[in-house]
T-cell receptor, first 114, second 114 residues
Framework: DAGVTQSPTHLIKTRGQHVTLRCSPISGHKSVSWYQQVLGQGPQFIFQYYEKEERGRGNFPDRFSARQFPNYSSELNVNALLLGDSALYLC?????????????FGPGTRLTVL | AQSVTQLGSHVSVSEGALVLLRCNYSSSVPPYLFWYVQYPNQGLQLLLKYTSAATLVKGINGFEAEFKKSETSFHLTKPSAHMSDAAEYFCASSRGGGADGLTFGKGTHLIIQP
């Protein structure tokens, strides 16, 4: 079975621009979570979606938004990019997204903001 | 709020020696605990997870971790290090509800000396 896939692999944007990152979960998984990993730090939780509804949100500004589609794939959108948004953005999928349910991570999208 | 502390941003051991990576959690209620490994330019892979079923948890690649409530610790060990174990290791916790996602430590970079 294919794992979690993310696109694009790398992305370079300039300050003020908008970006959309995409994630396809493992087949059968209904929950998708997004994380931001700044260089040298652990991932930080941004959003979790389950059955197309937002279940949880981390401490990120409203410039960050996401959605989940009927096929359970997901998009993360970031508006008005700042230099500090440069990071590896990780998507994780899981069956139900809570309890001891394992989150499986994709390879990430490396975003560079110039 | 939950927090996870990993002692030592870098740990260096000789090939064949014991690996010990430290993790302490802060939570009023024992959380679910996880160890993930990240190889360069890749996403995170689950090594093992604590689900309250047993305090000693065995994972993949010969790793294991012991949950100690009295010490609020979940240290990761491997009896004999291999060169392929060189990577970044992250301890993470979850309250189980899903709304907060996983809370990660800052990571420990494991270096294996030949």
């Amino acid at each position: 079975d294919a794992g979690v896939t993310q696109s694009p692999t790398h992305l370079i944007k300039t300050r003020g621009q908008h970006v959309t990152l995409r994630c396809s979960p493992i087949s059968g998984h209904k929950s998708v979570s997004w994380y931001q990993q700044v260089l040298g730090q652990g991932p930080q939780f941004i959003f979790q979606y389950y059955e197309k509804e937002e279940r949880g949100r981390g401490n990120f500004p409203d410039r960050f938004s996401a959605r989940q589609f009927p096929n359970y794939s997901s998009e993360l959108n970031v508006n008005a990019l700042l230099l500090g948004d440069s990071a590896l953005y990780l998507c994780a999928s899981s069956l139900i997204g809570y309890g001891t349910d394992t989150q499986y991570f994709g390879p990430g999208t490396r975003l560079t903001v110039l | 709020a939950q927090s996870v502390t990993q002692l030592g941003s870098h740990v260096s051991v000789s090939e064949g020696a014991l690996v010990l990576l430290r993790c302490n959690y802060s939570s009023s209620v024992p959380p679910y605990l996880f160890w993930y490994v990240q190889y360069p330019n890749q996403g995170l892979q689950l090594l093992l997870k604590y689900t309250s079923a047993a305090t000693l948890v065995k994972g993949i690649n010969g790793f294991e971790a012991e949950f100690k409530k009295s010490e609020t610790s979940f240290h990761l060990t491997k009896p004999s290090a291999h060169m392929s174990d060189a990577a970044e290791y992250f301890c993470a916790s979850s309250r189980g509800g899903g709304a907060d996602g996983l809370t990660f430590g800052k990571g420990t970079h494991l270096i294996i000396q030949p």
